[in-house]
């Protein structure tokens, strides 16, 4: 429809192959698309589908429009939806990422909160930045305002993840002289061995809590329950016993490296063996990455009241956030 408007506007509709009939599908219609039935939208679909070739076959003729916005966006969405095969254009059987979700901002993409997708949108993401009250001040009563203001402000698309969004905070702020603070509140998001290590480097503080390891079989114990050292190579394992072996392992590709320890016999006759590992060989390993004491130093932290204590610190800017979102 916005393809059919330019040439519409442009006085050049007249010259499109069947524009009778474009126009009164697409400019003139009024389709109360949520009745339709499935088979009605699948054949809407299938039309559509060889109108835009046929105009996209067309337009590569005509100099004038071959390059406008409009041209680019409708070859950008058919390439998305569809593919052409011997007997003409056919719906992609799946949509990929990055998809033109609403044509009338083509970079708004969709995007998910949580794993079961209960808060979803279209649009962008955006990463705030807000200064933060002492650690020793008065707290202020409810109602009452803050005293802190925002620093930084920066949108990343909606597919973009957390880390590179910050990341761009950053060096946004960096451009505008601000440069990066020595003490950093954050959420979950954010909080991972290879950010911990590298605010460690930085001589800045990273504060925020870490996703607690994860096993796919409930039941049995996480890397959480084995205390890891990198520096000595060594593993304890939950019955107390340390690990037999330790293997250095690096992607050639990214150069990422991890450690693999393991317990070899150990394992055979220990008693707690059934809550350990389901492998067919009945022994543990742990794989950890390079940096996993610095994630490790953490989680064990966050059991702490002086922790706990800090965090609310940042609970200053879920309001901000929360009322950003809102507005």
Not at 33 to 52: I, N, P, T
Not at 77 to 83: A, D, N
Not at 186 to 208: H, N
Not at 213 to 223: A, H, I, V
Request: charged letters at 30%; a negative charge.
């Amino acid at each position: 429809r916005l393809f059919l408007e330019m040439l519409e506007r442009t006085q050049q509709l007249r010259q499109a192959p069947g524009w009778e009939t474009l126009r009164e599908r697409y400019l003139e219609s009024d389709i109360p698309w949520h009745k339709l039935s499935k088979e009605a939208l699948a054949e809407k679909f299938r039309q559509v589908g060889y109108d835009m070739l046929t105009l996209l076959q067309w337009v590569e003729h005509q100099k004038d429009w071959a390059e406008q916005d409009k041209t680019e966006l409708l070859r950008r969405v058919f390439e998305e939806q569809f593919e052409v095969t011997a007997t003409g254009p056919a719906v992609r059987p799946q949509e990929a990422s990055g998809t033109v979700q609403n044509p009338h901002d083509p970079e708004a993409q969709w995007a998910a909160k949580d794993q079961k997708k209960t808060k979803a949108w279209v649009g962008y993401k955006a990463q705030v930045a807000e200064t933060v009250a002492p650690e020793q001040g008065d707290a202020k009563s409810k109602g009452e305002p803050t005293e802190q203001f925002i620093t930084e402000i920066t949108t990343t698309e909606a597919i973009a993840s957390d880390l590179d969004g910050c990341e761009r905070l950053e060096r946004q702020q960096e451009e505008h002289g601000l440069g990066r603070a020595d003490v950093k509140y954050v959420d979950s998001a954010y909080v991972t061995d290879d950010t911990l290590a590298q605010a460690a480097k930085e001589g800045r503080e990273l504060i925020g809590p870490a996703m607690p390891s994860q096993n796919p079989r409930g039941e049995l114990f996480t890397t959480d329950a084995f205390d890891v050292s990198i520096a000595g190579r060594r593993a304890t394992c939950p019955a107390g016993h340390a690990s037999t072996q330790c293997s250095r392992m690096e992607n050639a590709q990214t150069g990422q490296v991890q450690y693999r320890f393991e317990w070899s016999y150990l394992c055979d006759q220990c008693p707690l063996n059934s809550r350990c590992t389901k492998a067919e060989n009945g022994r543990r390993t742990v794989l950890v990455s390079q940096y996993h004491d610095h994630l490790q130093a953490r989680r064990r932290e966050m059991r702490t009241d002086a922790f706990r204590q800090r965090m609310h610190q940042r609970n200053g800017i879920e309001g901000t956030i929360s009322e950003f979102a809102r507005n």
